[in-house]
T-cell receptor
Framework: DAGITQSPRHKVTETGTPVTLRCHQT?????MYWYRQDPGHGLRLIHY???????DKGEVSDGYSVSRSKTEDFLLTLESATSSQTSVYFC?????????????FGQGTRLTVV | QKEVEQDPGPLSVPEGAIVSLNCTYS??????FMWYRQYSRKGPELLMY????GNKEDGRFTAQVDKSSKYISLFIRDSQPSDSATYLC???????????FGQGTILTVHP
């Protein structure tokens, strides 16, 4: 899995509670991404990071925030979880942003908001 | 209209068959084309990667890109039950590694 660890792997939470998912990499790759995967939609980019403290929004960023204080860690926070955020979340890393290597994915976090 | 369209299937074939998986896209800025394979409850893994138009072969897998028609294909020869998975096409332009995915095609190869 290219040295990517996501935690937790499974989580059930209640509507309105904050939730933080963690992605940890040991590859020292510059770029990190959070995607969500839902039936009928494939994977959609939530947020990405192109360096420590450098982040930007993806296609479906509403309701999510991210932080990257170290090269190896990229956190995804749901400030107030909603049922529509029930999904499987994948972290990905890539060495370079243009050309070169492509993104490698973690094993995923299955989040259920009840 | 989605930027990348992929028939979700499901697709069921007998072992040994040739499988053809396809995607169409609308964004002319896409220059890098990938195929990911995803087993159940696992993360996607990169299977094939091509740049611009043309063919690329890797063992039983061939990726084909036709930028003029915005059409990409993955062919699997001599399909095996271990090929049963969801296949996702993904495209991107030149900046960063932001990928735009198709919905994924569920493939089952039965013995």
């Amino acid at each position: 899995d290219a040295g990517i660890t996501q935690s937790p792997r499974h989580k059930v939470t209640e509507t309105g509670t904050p939730v933080t998912l963690r992605c940890h990499q040991t590859e020292n790759h510059r770029y990190m991404y959070w995607y969500r995967q839902d039936p009928g939609h494939g994977l959609r980019l939530i947020h990405y990071s192109y360096g420590v403290k450098d982040t930007d929004k993806g296609e479906v960023s509403d309701g999510y925030s991210v932080s990257r204080s170290k090269t190896e860690d990229f956190l995804l926070t749901l400030e107030s979880a909603t049922s529509s955020q029930t999904s499987v979340y994948f972290c990905a890393i890539s060495e370079s942003g243009s050309g070169g290597t492509e993104a490698f994915f973690g094993q995923g976090t299955r989040l259920t908001v009840v | 209209q989605k930027e990348v369209e992929q028939d979700p299937g499901p697709l069921s074939v007998p072992e040994g068959a040739i499988v053809s998986l396809n995607c169409t896209y609308s964004n002319s800025a896409f220059q890098y084309f990938m195929w990911y394979r995803q087993y159940s409850r696992k993360g996607p893994e990169l299977l094939m990667y091509t740049y611009s138009s043309g063919n690329k072969e890797d063992g039983r897998f061939t990726a084909q890109v036709d930028k003029s028609s915005k059409y990409i294909s993955l062919f699997i020869r001599d399909s095996q039950p271990s090929d049963s998975a969801t296949y996702l096409c993904a495209n991107r332009g030149t900046s960063y590694g932001k990928l735009t995915f198709g919905q994924g095609t569920i493939l089952t190869v039965h013995p």
